[in-house]
């Protein structure tokens, strides 16, 4: 601990430490409705598709974050524009997905920098957080904290009864393309922790678990950020513990073991309940 204690003095660490929990507070704000939505396969596409942004940002202004962010946010803006249906989307986002992983890999054939800054796109780079980049973190955990806590109610209706919240007047096409674009910025947060390939591990795997335990959809919610929180920190402190390995592994080890354990526990929560409660449609 001695080790670990010297670590935690040093600006990195620090800054690391923030951004993980501005990363856990995001991507736990929205992780319950990304499941509820069925948007599994969007996040991932967008995850994918900022790989190609943040390979395009190293080749013009050698800056894969800036890049990243622009990458999402477009592919964001197609698919919401082209899938509205789930059947709809999961088809948009395949052929987007193909077509700009591609040029991905040819954007990265024109880079000639460090081959360091091409892996971290894919596996994230929490430790070499900047000032800057610490800054642009807090003011995107900002903006998509707010945007959610603004769209929560019509969200939820819109996201639990697409037909009965259009019916009475629910913007449902609008929120799902604000809903989209809110998401492309918590992929580009998160992904500087555990980079593009594994944005899932924090977007989704800690609401899946919430969402095991409780019917409640604030419980839900809190329960997701905390169990992102849970990961993402305790990732990191694992990570200067064992100064070899990198932070998403052990991140997405933690979110995982957590939500073994929500289904290993969540017959016995359900069994407790009261008679005539009835389980929530959206558990997955």
Not at 36 to 62: C, I, K, P
Not at 80 to 102: K, N, P, Q, T
Not at 168 to 183: Q, S
Request: some cysteine; hydrophobic content about 55%; charged content about 10%.
């Amino acid at each position: 601990m001695i080790g670990v204690d010297l670590y935690l003095s040093q600006p990195f660490a620090q800054h690391a430490l923030i951004a993980g929990a501005l990363v856990a507070l995001t991507c736990g704000l929205i992780g319950p409705f990304v499941v509820t939505r069925g948007m599994a396969f969007a996040v991932h596409g967008t995850s994918e598709l900022a790989f190609t942004g943040a390979a395009g940002g190293l080749v013009v202004a050698d800056n894969p974050i800036a890049g990243a962010l622009v990458g999402a946010l477009l592919v964001a803006a197609v698919i919401g524009l082209l899938g509205v249906h789930e059947r709809e989307r999961d088809s948009a986002i395949g052929v987007i997905l193909a077509f700009g992983l591609g040029l991905g890999v040819l954007l990265l054939s024109y880079y000639h920098g460090f081959a360091t800054a091409a892996t971290n796109i894919l596996f994230g780079d929490i430790f070499g957080v900047s000032n800057d980049e610490l800054l642009g973190l807090v003011a995107i955990g900002i903006a998509v904290t707010v945007v959610m806590i603004v769209i929560y109610r019509p969200l939820l209706f819109a996201s639990v009864d697409p037909d009965v919240a259009s019916a009475r007047g629910v913007p449902v096409r609008l929120l799902g393309i604000v809903f989209l674009l809110t998401l492309a910025f918590t992929v580009t947060e998160a992904a500087q922790v555990v980079g593009t390939l594994l944005v899932l591990s924090l977007a989704i795997t800690p609401a899946a678990a919430a969402q095991r335990l409780s019917p409640n959809p604030l419980v839900v919610t809190g329960l997701s950020v905390l169990f992102a929180m849970v990961a993402c920190e305790g990732g990191l402190l694992a990570s200067l513990v064992s100064t070899t390995v990198k932070p998403s592994v052990f991140v997405t080890s933690i979110s995982f073991g957590i939500y073994v354990v929500a289904r290993a526990v969540a017959p016995t929560l359900r069994h407790r309940r009261r008679p005539g409660v009835a389980p929530d449609a959206t558990m997955v």
